[in-house]
Antibody
Framework: QVQLQESGPGLVKPSQTLSLTCTVSGGSISSGSYYWSWIRQPAGKGLEWIGRIYTSGSTNYNPSLKSRVTISVDTSKNQFSLKLSSVTAADTAVYYC??????????WGQGTLVTVSS | SYELTQPSSVSVSPGQTARITCSGDVLAKKYARWFQQKPGQAPVLVIYKDSERPSGIPERFSGSSSGTTVTLTISGAQVEDEADYYCYSAADNNVVFGGGTKLTVL
């Protein structure tokens, strides 16, 4: 069974770049046909899709975040990553990584809280 | 971009049928999924392709679609079904979640 685990700094200063990594275990990130996604949720609010990278390497980003987001994959480490630049307090949220088959599979990591504060 | 609209809250008594709607133009041409999220937990997929149920999801969860609206139905809602529910759809290399519906079962 595939498991996902987010990791990265829990505190980021305003204007800096938020960097998170999702480590995939129990399966290869380069096998199958999956979207490897990032989703966030501010405290007490709804889910917001950030973006995704397909097994082929193609990426899609939320138009509202596109200018600040980069998602990449490191197949040698079985990881994928999120970089969000020029962060503000509005980027404070629980960040989830996920595996999406576009069908019946949508596996989530447990989530990691990132706070933007000086 | 496009939007998905859900009611902010729905309330039912245990054993009753709960219905949560999700509306948006994209739903006329793309499938919807539904996620359940309990406090402090990651979401769980409960419906995909409008009406399909992943393995392990109880039969009381069902989905339907009509035009630009999809509906999640929980037949005989149980106390443990109390949670936030989010619809989701993807089109044109973009993904959107509905705003979420808090289901209260009491």
């Amino acid at each position: 069974q595939v498991q996902l685990q987010e990791s990265g700094p829990g505190l980021v200063k305003p204007s800096q770049t938020l960097s998170l990594t999702c480590t995939v275990s129990g399966g290869s990130i380069s096998s199958g046909s999956y979207y490897w996604s990032w989703i966030r949720q501010p405290a007490g609010k709804g889910l917001e899709w950030i973006g995704r990278i397909y097994t082929s390497g193609s990426t899609n980003y939320n138009p509202s975040l596109k200018s600040r987001v980069t998602i990449s994959v490191d197949t040698s480490k079985n990881q994928f990553s999120l970089k969000l630049s020029s962060v503000t307090a509005a980027d404070t949220a629980v960040y989830y990584c996920a595996r999406d088959s576009s069908g019946s599979v949508f596996d989530w990591g447990q989530g990691t809280l990132v706070t933007v504060s000086s | 971009s496009y939007e998905l609209t859900q009611p902010s809250s729905v309330s039912v008594s245990p054993g009753q049928t709960a219905r949560i709607t999700c509306s948006g133009d994209v739903l006329a041409k793309k499938y919807a999924r539904w996620f359940q999220q309990k406090p402090g937990q990651a979401p769980v997929l409960v419906i995909y392709k409008d009406s399909e149920r992943p393995s392990g999801i109880p039969e009381r969860f069902s989905g339907s679609s009509s035009g630009t609206t999809v509906t999640l139905t929980i037949s005989g809602a149980q106390v443990e079904d109390e949670a936030d529910y989010y619809c989701y759809s993807a089109a044109d290399n973009n993904v959107v979640f509905g705003g979420g519906t808090k289901l209260t079962v009491l």
